[in-house]
């Protein structure tokens, strides 16, 4: 059981290039989350899913768009990346939502130049 | 607006005590959540508090107080691989998850 995985571990991109980002679970949770960290910050959310078929906005969205066609697939897609979003971007789930345990996957690291 | 804060670093001995303190200000309270973050890696669940009091499992401690808007975790015996970052995080009222900017814990042999 790999629990969360994403894909890739870690991408150099230039600006304006599109790019998605792919995120895993194989726990049947019903919510999913991405998140951007940032030296100095906390976790920032970006969009978020209670269950398969619907998506929200978080703290961060402006750039970013998600998909949840299924329970186990959650991917985050740059339409045109900007230098600043380069970060460490972090996909969780959570069974029942943001008052249960969430489980994150190992990360990509994310560099647009 | 909402606001989590914690020290941002801390420096304690292998053997030893040391608490992190979180105090935030959030539109609505579902929770307290403290996560550990090693270096280069995902952050891991710890302990979530909902009601006032002392949580305890193993060598961590987790006490939250709602009326104050303050909450700490306390480790004990403090062994090398407890350096890390450690997070806050508090569900707001839109069942939110808001996070502190974490505290790095340093341990000196």
């Known amino acids: 059981i790999a629990g969360i995985t994403q894909a890739p571990t870690s991408q150099i991109l230039a600006a304006g290039r599109r790019m998605t980002l792919r995120c895993t679970q194989d726990?049947?949770?019903?919510?999913m989350y991405w998140y951007r960290q940032d030296l100095g910050l906390g976790l920032r959310l970006i969009h978020y899913s209670n269950t398969a078929g619907t998506t929200g906005k978080g703290e961060v969205p402006d750039g970013y768009s998600v998909s949840r066609a299924n329970t186990d697939d959650f991917p985050l897609t740059l339409a045109s990346a900007v230098p600043s979003q380069t970060s460490v971007y972090f996909c969780?789930?959570?069974?029942?939502?943001?008052?249960?345990?969430?489980?994150f996957g190992p990360g990509t690291r994310l560099t647009v130049l | 607006g909402q606001n989590i804060d914690q020290p941002t670093e801390m420096t304690a001995t292998e053997g030893a005590i040391v608490q992190i303190n979180c105090t935030y200000q959030t539109s609505g309270f579902n929770g307290l959540f403290w996560y550990q973050q090693h270096a280069g890696e995902a952050p891991t669940f710890l302990s979530y508090?909902?009601l006032d009091g002392l949580e305890e499992k193993g060598r961590f401690s987790s006490f939250l107080s709602r009326s104050k808007g303050y909450s700490y975790l306390l480790l004990k015996e403090l062994q090398m691989k407890d350096s890390a970052s450690y997070l806050c995080?508090?569900?707001?009222?839109?069942?939110?998850?808001?996070w502190g900017a974490g505290t790095k814990l340093i341990i000196k042999p």
């Open positions: 508090n909902v």
């Open positions: 995080a508090v569900a707001d009222s839109n069942y939110q998850l808001i």
């Open positions: 969780a789930s959570s069974d029942r939502g943001a008052t249960d345990t969430q489980y």
């Open positions: 726990m049947r949770h019903n919510a």
